[in-house]
């Protein structure tokens, strides 16, 4: 059965002192032993958040890592690096894409970095509204998933690695704008992400691989999307900096965790 993750970018904003406090706040208001929450501070702040999330079961993630392990490269941070700080990754983000001209190749390559470290990737895919509006959505987030796992169905552990992926939709228009995308809309994504996964050999279809919707999640959206039952969570951006705005869609999740484990068990209640 997939876990219901929610996890929290928070792009560049907060401090490392602020930060520890803001983790602390947010842990305390929503730890829930049935919803997986990852919180991805910037980089300065991880070992602070660390530190404030130890024993609360809420997990620490990098926004990003670099696609070598070591060597010149001034101002980057490599996957040991973050051993220790970090137990989750988030790679591909369609700011990155944007503004450091992360391509899909790349991004296969940071995926195995994160992999190769015993770091969770959150895998980010997602099309732009132009994409959207001539029909070409899923055939866009079709060839990003490719791209970047394409080489890494080709190795030999591929099933291993691919056990531990989980994928967030972000269609790019939805991120930070206030217009999230419908959550039919991103069920009928997830399924076709799922599809492709399958086409590259990932175990059981793709059928246990998290997918998770991004794009300005709110406490107030977050039940259309976890409505759905091929939709695991989310990656929150702005609202996860806001802790009444977490703790309700934390809450909700929490909802659905329980609701899916109820039926995994056999009891019916959904
Ligand atoms: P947003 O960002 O929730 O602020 O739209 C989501 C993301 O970029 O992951």
């Known amino acids: ?63 990003n890592v670099h696609h070598e392990t070591t060597g010149a490269y001034t101002g980057e941070v490599s996957a040991p690096m973050l051993v220790g700080l970090a137990t989750w990754v988030i790679v591909g983000h369609s700011e990155r894409r944007r503004d450091a001209g992360e391509t899909d190749e790349l991004i296969g390559r940071k995926l195995q970095r994160a992999w190769d470290a015993g770091l969770r990737p959150i895998l980010c895919v997602g099309e732009q509204l132009e994409d959207r509006e001539a029909g070409r959505a899923e055939a866009v987030v079709d060839a990003q998933l490719r791209g970047a796992l394409a080489e890494v169905g080709a190795g030999e552990d591929a099933r291993a690695r691919f056990a531990g992926l989980v994928i967030a939709y972000e269609p790019v228009w939805a991120i930070g704008t206030g217009r ?91």
């Open 180 to 270: 999230n995308a419908r959550g039919a809309d991103a069920a009928a994504m997830a399924d076709a992400i799922r599809a492709t996964l399958s086409r590259l050999g990932v175990a059981d279809g793709g059928s246990g691989v998290p997918v998770l919707y991004g794009g300005s999640v709110t406490a107030a959206n977050i039940a259309e999307f976890l409505a759905e039952p091929t939709i695991d969570g989310a990656l929150v951006g702005g609202a996860s900096l806001k802790p009444d705005e977490m703790a309700g869609i934390v809450g909700r999740a929490a909802v659905t965790a329980r609701a899916r484990l109820a039926v995994a068990s056999g009891n019916g209640v959904t």
């Open 1 to 63: 059965m997939r876990s219901v993750i929610i996890a929290a970018n928070w792009k560049m904003h907060t401090v490392p002192a602020e930060a520890a406090g803001l983790a602390a706040t947010i842990a305390a208001r929503t730890a829930d032993p049935d919803v997986m929450q990852v919180i991805c501070p910037p980089f300065v702040a991880l070992a602070a958040v660390r530190d404030a999330l130890a024993g609360t079961g809420l997990a620490v993630g990098a926004q």
